[in-house]
């Protein structure tokens, strides 16, 4: 399988997680948080993706899980402040997707979201 890593441009992030977020949402999301003081935490796994995105206002990242429906009725928001750079692995379609995001203290965060290929006719 050939795979990618390519680091995002900051100036693209905000339009690139809103096209992101549009089509993929409801798609099943982990969040893995690598910290250097607190170790590795499995924040979220396998809940539906409500949005990415970037606010470069107050240069924070976001990534919003469930609210979909009663099994998931509230969405819970992972907010990375000022991040300092986003790489993205791209993987063929039916596999997974997944972004690393480095912020300010040196920790990391992986927000993977798991794609399924569509249905053939």
Do not use: C
């Not at 899980?65 to 063929?92: C, E, F, N, S």
Request: net charge negative.
């Amino acid at each position: 399988m050939n795979q990618q890593r390519l680091e995002l441009v900051r100036e693209e992030w905000r339009e690139f997680f809103d096209t992101m977020t549009r089509d993929h949402e409801g798609a099943q999301v982990t969040i893995e948080v690598m910290n250097q003081n607190f170790g590795d935490l499995l924040e979220v796994e396998k809940l539906p993706l409500a949005y990415l995105e970037y606010d470069p206002k107050d240069d924070q990242f976001s990534v919003g899980a469930g609210g979909r429906d009663g099994r998931y009725p509230v969405v819970l928001r992972h907010a990375i402040d000022h991040p300092q750079r986003i790489l993205a692995d791209t993987l063929q379609q039916g596999t997974v997707r997944a972004f690393d995001v480095f912020d300010a203290e040196g920790g990391q965060t992986i927000v993977t979201l798991h794609l399924t290929s569509a249905p053939s006719a």
